[in-house]
């Protein structure tokens, strides 16, 4: 009845992504905060988690990756989706909007 595409969330971004395919440093093309995504090697399981970092190289808030039937996303206040695009490698976060990776 209703698309799945949206103003906001684009139809060629994807939540059917590998968390290992996300990690890395990634910049916003609008001056969102950087963020980082790397695997918790501290835990038994492992697991996924993305830190925001602002104008500073201090890391302001340290979150767990969730992924809930498919659904990639983060608990900062409220529910941070995760969709990725792999032809443009581009990552977009609801509530920040578009990130590309980081040039070392």
């Known amino acids: 009845m209703f698309s799945q595409c949206n103003i906001t969330d684009s139809c060629s971004t994807s939540t059917d992504f590998s968390m290992r395919e996300i990690t890395g440093r990634w910049v916003s093309r609008e001056g969102a905060p950087a963020i980082r995504i790397y ?15 602002y104008n500073n ?20 206040y409220e529910r941070i989706t995760i969709t990725y695009d792999r ?18």
């Open 39 to 53: 695997r918790n090697i501290s835990r038994k399981g492992g697991g996924i988690r993305l830190c925001l970092t």
């Open 57 to 76: 190289p201090l890391v302001v808030c340290d979150c767990t990756v969730y992924n809930v039937f498919g659904l990639h996303y983060i608990e900062l």
């Open 87 to 104: 032809e443009q490698e581009v990552l977009y976060l609801s509530a920040f909007g578009e990130y590309v990776r980081q040039e070392n």
